[in-house]
């Protein structure tokens, strides 16, 4: 399998660094100014979703992009996100088959186009060819990559961003995943343990998969003297959490929903990741997004705190932090200098629109700024 996208670190020399998560094909969706004005209102925050007017312009889909739809917006972004949340959440249809509604070969099929297709609803049927795609994004990435063939077609991941970089992530839900196919998938990780240094286990765990999945992925990878770096949210990092694995780094979200309480003061970060390691992992990493984080590892109680930026869009700053630290880790950089790492490279790909990840050199000069404080 493959792990969340960090381009732009290296892989530590020697030993192998092997990422494991249920991924997605994800297509970048930008909503610019470009459509024309609707003559009535657009929707507004307190209006229902179905007294929306019905539309007359047609939102343009570049045909020399077609990885990248742009999505023609009036100047109310909040009325077209909440169309779209409808149409996923409430009537149950998947992101991807709302946005090849913008546009398609078959346009005459439909009562109207663009907007109206919100209402009055359009269907047919399109290659599923996201894992196809899926496997030429991983090609490119510069690494060994080992696919594990699933029956059912892998989810679509949107990201929607406007001119200002305001982003929003519209996830589906994960595919179906046998038995079979889950056995297939931990026989291949388990072979690629020997020689191994780190086990990145990153991401949600799909439909039907045990919560204990990443837990028993954490025990083979101990026998076998390989860190592990557990990355996840809900029942998953609570039953991950206490198989011990070497470094777990969960935002503030997750840490509350895994601790059952709110975190707002200080005060607060550094007990949770207290308690996160008594839960049993050997070491936290709590990130904060641009308050830092705050790290617990051993008997030692840090923050790293970034500078302050002009922030453009933030996704994919966690998966950013966790390669870096990794990485640093693999060059044998001790704890602290490590998170260190993390923290610069979340920040600087924070710096950059939709979900661009930072270059080595981008991350280098705001590791100079990072400072790090021992709490104890």
């Known amino acids: 399998m493959a792990r969340k996208g960090s381009a732009g670190h290296p ?47 047609e939102p343009p889909v570049p045909r020399e992009m077609p990885d990248q739809i742009k999505l023609g917006a009036t100047s109310d972004f909040t009325g077209h996100l909440k169309q779209l949340l409808a149409s996923a959440n409430i009537c149950g249809k998947r992101q991807a088959d709302i946005f090849r509604e913008f546009d398609d070969p078959y346009s005459d099929w439909y009562r109207g186009r663009g907007d109206v297709k919100y209402h009055l609803g359009a269907s047919g049927d399109w290659l599923a060819a996201n894992g196809e795609k899926l496997q030429k ?85 101990r026998e076998k003297k390989v860190k592990t770096l557990l990355d996840t949210d809900g029942d998953a990092l609570q039953q991950g959490v206490e198989a011990g694995p070497t470094v777990v780094t969960p935002n ?66 966690g998966d950013a932090q966790a390669a870096a630290f990794v990485w640093a880790a693999g060059k044998r950089k001790d704890f602290a ?16 629109p939709g979900v661009e990840f930072a270059s080595l050199e981008q991350t280098k000069e705001i590791y100079k700024s990072v400072e790090v404080r021992l709490v104890r």
């Open 137 to 221: 994004l991983v090609a490119k990435a510069g690494f060994p990559v080992k696919v594990v063939a699933i029956k059912n077609e892998i989810r679509n991941n949107f990201t929607v961003t406007d001119r200002q970089g305001l982003a929003v992530k519209l996830n589906e839900r994960g595919p179906i995943i046998t038995p079979e196919e889950s056995a297939s998938v931990e026989r291949t990780i388990e072979s690629r343990l020997e020689g191994a240094t780190w086990l990145m286990l990153c991401g949600s765990i799909p439909p039907e998969v045990s919560p204990d999945f990443y837990t028993k992925l954490i025990r083979m990878a």
């Open 252 to 317: 503030q979200q997750e840490a509350e929903r895994l601790l059952n309480r709110a975190l707002i003061t200080r005060a607060d970060f550094m007990e949770a990741a207290t308690r996160i390691k008594a839960m049993g992992a050997e070491s936290v990493m709590l990130s904060l997004g641009s308050r830092g984080v705050v790290a617990v590892d051993g008997n030692r109680l840090l923050e790293a705190i970034p500078p302050r930026i002009d922030a453009v869009s933030p996704l994919g700053s």
């Open 337 to 352: 200098d490590s998170v260190r790492w993390g923290v610069a490279a979340g920040t600087a790909s924070a710096k950059l």
């Open 11 to 57: 892989r530590p020399p020697g030993k192998p660094v092997h990422h494991v998560g249920f991924v997605s094909a994800a297509g970048m969706l930008h909503a610019s100014e470009t459509g024309k004005r609707l003559e009535n209102e657009a929707l507004t925050d307190d209006a229902p979703v179905y007294k929306r007017p019905l539309a007359r312009w």
